[in-house]
């Protein structure tokens, strides 16, 4: 049995010895293309969705350093004292609102943070408001403690932009959380401040979560506003954002995210990140100190270096018969759309097996944009550009009716 074959089995086994409630894990759509990928020879990869981006020298030499120093044990349950100090005078610079420590959980990645939001607060019952497309973990995560998932579709053909009547009549008396995530992987659509304001303000006057998923809040382009949660909504009462330095400091592996909550609620989830993983990895925070406090232009290199990769990007798909493109303003993910009723998980295995270009299928991330394809393009100019010399004359070929 192949290694695909004994993951795909895993996630679909109804064996007793697992909890029921792993079955609501999919089959990883990510990781099917990139274990096929590992199989092939020159593959380029349109898949990753990872910076590709060394992370600042000044950040490395402050992990090094740190565990020169002896900072090899567990740090405090909130997280290390200065990265907490740190990022609440980062974050109320800002957000134009005062942050405390207090406010502030330091976790392993966004993951552990989404993980103990969401899982904290879904319960049978419950109902949770998800864009689909959207970000694979969030629907599972939901389904596994009993809650359900109340889809609202986002398209193409406005960008993939979330329309807050959509949210509004999704909302039910039995609604308890809203999942936002902008700039958004898949879409790179960036909400507007209008569309943020509208959604927080409702939630509040019906008492209902936010879950906002803010990783990318940096990687923003055009110079165009970017409404973070946390400067749109009057308290922090009924709000839980989330990042990480994963992104912004192309510091995936080093695994430091965070949460930032009401102080009720951090106290909550200290408990529960206690008896989950514990503390962050202690060097890496100190880590995350250094890239706080020390000099950031490092985020506008990254940023303009991305920034071109989109807009060659963008030229691509445009002149890439059968796909529909748009114009993403952040994250590093454009999701254009095949022909209405065209599998995309198809086409995207086909792809990678006849030209050997990994994109992700667009049913990874929700079940309203099947004909969809993800393309990331945290790769050079020039593995894009050598990928769209081999999509395009596969597209060309291609009678999809
Ligand atoms: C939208 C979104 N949220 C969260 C994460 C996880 O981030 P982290 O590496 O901080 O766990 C990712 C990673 O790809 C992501 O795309």
Aim: charged content about 20%.
């Amino acid at each position: 049995m192949s290694k695909l074959d004994l993951e795909v089995d895993f996630y679909e086994s109804a064996n007793p010895v697992w909890n029921p409630a792993l079955l609501t894990i999919p089959v990883p759509g990510i990781r099917k293309m990139v274990n096929l990928a590992a199989t092939m020879e020159d593959v380029i990869h349109l898949s990753i969705g990872q910076p590709d981006i060394p992370a600042p020298p000044h950040v490395i030499e402050a992990v090094v350093e740190a565990l020169r120093a002896g900072q090899t044990g567990y740090t405090m349950d909130a997280g290390l004292p200065e990265l907490l100090e740190a990022l609440a005078d980062y974050y109320g610079e800002r957000s134009g609102r005062s942050i405390t420590a207090e406010n502030i959980l330091i976790t392993t990645g966004a993951t552990e943070a989404l993980y103990l939001a969401i899982t904290a607060v879904s319960a049978p019952g419950r109902e949770f408001i998800v864009v689909d497309p959207s970000f694979m973990l969030y629907a599972p995560l939901i389904r596994m403690n009993g809650g359900e998932v109340r889809e609202v579709p986002t398209r193409v053909e406005n960008n993939h932009q979330l329309d807050p009547q959509d949210v509004f009549d999704a909302i039910t008396p039995n609604t308890h959380a809203i999942v936002l995530n902008s700039p958004s992987n898949p879409t790179g659509t960036v909400y507007p401040r209008e569309t943020i304001e509208q959604i927080v303000q409702e939630a509040a006057y019906r008492g209902i979560y936010i879950i906002s998923d803010e990783v990318y809040d940096h990687l923003i382009y055009d110079d165009i506003d970017y409404a973070s949660v946390l400067s749109c909504c009057s308290d922090l009462d009924h709000v839980m954002v989330i990042s990480s330095f994963s992104k912004t400091f192309s510091m995936a592996g080093m695994r430091i995210g965070w949460m930032i909550a009401s102080q009720g609620a951090i106290k909550k989830l200290r408990r529960y990140h206690m008896f989950t993983t514990t503390v962050a990895n202690t060097p890496c925070q100190w880590g995350g100190v250094a890239a706080l406090r020390g000099d950031n232009s490092f985020i506008d290199e990254m940023v303009a270096t991305y920034q071109k990769r989109r807009d060659r990007l963008i030229e691509l798909v445009a002149l890439t018969p059968q796909l529909s493109g748009y114009k993403p303003e952040g994250a590093f993910y454009m999701f254009p759309s095949l022909p209405e009723g065209v599998n995309g998980s198809n086409v995207a295995l086909r792809l990678l097996r006849e030209t050997g270009v990994c994109t992700i299928a667009g049913d990874t991330f929700g079940d309203s944009c099947s004909n969809a394809l993800r393309i990331s393009y945290a790769t050079s100019i020039t593995q894009i550009e050598r990928a769209f010399e081999r999509i395009i004359p596969w597209m060309e070929k291609q009678d999809f009716n």
